[in-house]
């Protein structure tokens, strides 16, 4: 499965790179970009391409959206809160 910005094709390569509200630095393509400290799920996923920069839904990173993503988002969906 590919992840990139859906906006600018960016593809990060050092996927640690996103900090979340907590100050904890994670790799939101783990868990469906859920901090593993605070488990807050991040809906919105801000490119960290200079170039571009945009904010998208996190899920519109994952090109080819398969039924084991379908799976992963239910399962996060269930857990949160
Ligand atoms: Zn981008
Ligand atoms: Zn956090």
């Known amino acids: 499965m590919k992840i990139c910005c859906p906006n600018c094709n960016w593809s990060p390569e050092d996927k640690k790179l996103w900090t979340c509200f907590c100050g904890h630095e ?33 899920l519109n990173w994952y090109s080819g959206l ?10 996060v969906r269930t857990v949160k809160r």
């Open 66 to 75: 398969g039924k084991k993503v379908d799976r992963l988002i239910y399962e």
């Open 26 to 58: 994670f790799d939101p393509f783990l868990n469906i970009s859920k901090c593993p400290v605070c488990h807050y799920t991040h809906e919105l996923t801000e490119c960290l391409n200079a170039e571009c920069g945009k904010i998208t839904p996190h």
